[in-house]
């Protein structure tokens, strides 16, 4: 069933479009990469769907009974975010804020999700230290078990591995693939990695200022780049 649907969409800021029209379908299960050149509008497409940028034109419709709040984000790591001084637990329990409604406080069942999300991302042990003194890979792990506390369906990742040395990076890729493969979480993410892209994912969106726009296998996106003439 369609978690996303994409009709015409253009997507811009400060009134200047920088991609239109695209058109895609995110069913349920899929693991999708965006990818394209920078400046692309990559970045913007995860925050037009999350609704923190609003669509230059056309339309994005959420299905599957997805509601916009249960979406999971992990956003690009920015060096505020890393010198932030909150605890890991802190963190992960904010991921849960929407299901508080106007509660004041985190109830027993929200306190287990956030160390079920902690224990299965194996950070459960550093859930007192403070964010700030974790390396990069664990920060990002800290992040991404905030995400899975808001969503069971749909993780919108924007470059979760940017940074991370190449043990951390691949540690990342394989977290990833287990919550689409095993845990049945539809995944779309933003990737500068076209050879991971290739690797893990089921569908590639190549938008771009340059390009045509493509999205359909990863299999067959190869032979759309060769006879596009496109590059990341």
């Keep these: 069933m369609a978690q996303i649907t994409c009709d015409a969409l253009a997507l811009g800021y400060d009134g200047k479009r920088i991609a239109e029209n695209i058109y895609f379908t995110v069913q349920a299960g899929d693991y999708v990469?965006?990818?394209?050149?920078?400046?692309?509008?990559?970045?913007t497409l995860i925050k037009t769907i999350l609704h923190l940028v609003p669509p230059?034109?056309?339309?994005?419709?959420?299905?599957?009974?997805?509601?916009?709040?249960e979406i999971g984000y992990l956003p690009q790591q920015m060096a505020a975010r890393r010198d932030f001084p909150a605890s890991v637990e802190e963190i992960v329990l904010s991921g849960c804020l929407n299901r508080c409604g106007l509660?004041?406080?985190?109830?027993?069942?929200?306190?287990?999700?956030?160390?079920?999300?902690?224990?299965?991302?194996?950070?459960?042990?550093?859930?007192?230290?403070?964010?700030?003194?974790?390396?990069?890979?664990?920060?990002?792990?800290?992040?991404?078990?905030?995400?899975?506390?808001?969503?069971?369906?749909?993780?919108?990742?924007?470059?979760?591995?940017?940074?991370l040395d190449p043990t951390a990076t691949e540690e990342m890729y394989q977290i990833i693939e287990k919550l689409n493969r095993e845990d049945g979480i539809t995944v779309m993410m933003v990737s500068h990695d076209l050879e991971a892209a290739l690797q893990y994912a089921?569908?590639?969106?190549?938008?771009?200022?340059?390009?045509?726009?493509?999205?359909?296998?990863?299999?067959?996106?190869?032979?759309?780049?060769?006879?596009?003439?496109?590059?990341?």
């Design 33 to 43: 990469c965006v990818v394209g050149e920078n400046g692309s509008g990559k970045s």
């Design 202 to 232: 089921s569908h590639i969106l190549h938008i771009g200022t340059k390009t045509q726009m493509y999205y359909g296998s990863a299999a067959a996106y190869a032979q759309w780049r060769d006879k596009d003439g496109s590059a990341i």
């Design 56 to 69: 230059a034109a056309g339309s994005i419709r959420l299905g599957d009974g997805l509601r916009q709040k």
């Design 103 to 163: 509660r004041p406080f985190y109830n027993r069942e929200e306190k287990e999700l956030a160390a079920f999300n902690m224990e299965r991302l194996g950070i459960l042990q550093l859930a007192r230290r403070r964010y700030r003194e974790l390396s990069g890979g664990q920060q990002r792990r800290v992040l991404l078990a905030r995400a899975l506390c808001a969503t069971r369906k749909l993780l919108l990742l924007d470059e979760p591995v940017a940074g």
